[in-house]
């Protein structure tokens, strides 16, 4: 089984900058892609960004430019750089991890920007 913890969600301010980390830990094989996901309320949940093993990214439209996903595959972690946020950021985001062929995910972060 593999657990995911979540970490630096908060409130800012718009414009300013948070960075989500996701370390995987339990039993861990080879862990492949690795992404970010949000949902805010009332809306369905989406995908912000997803990393491959070689680095390979994809981003939603609306964060491109404004977020930035990374991975550090000697400790298990995704991250998500997030500046210049704007309130429709607002959301819970839930990190997600696959290793073989399971899908695992995080608890969820909240993320709260004011205007």
């Known amino acids: 089984q593999v657990q995911l913890v979540e970490s630096g969600g908060g409130l800012v301010q718009a414009g300013g900058s948070l960075r989500l980390s996701c370390a995987a830990s339990?039993?861990?094989?080879?862990?492949?892609?690795m992404g970010w996901y949000r949902q805010a309320p009332g809306k369905q949940r989406e995908l912000v960004a997803g990393i491959s093993t070689s680095g390979f990214t994809n981003y939603a439209d609306s964060v491109k430019g404004r977020f930035t996903i990374s991975r550090d595959n000697a400790k298990n972690t995704v991250y998500l750089q997030m500046n210049s946020l704007k309130p429709e950021d607002t959301a819970v985001y839930y990190c997600n991890v696959y290793q073989r062929w399971t899908e695992y995910w995080g608890q969820g972060t909240q993320v709260t920007v004011s205007s």
């Open positions: 339990g039993t861990i094989f080879s862990i492949n892609r």
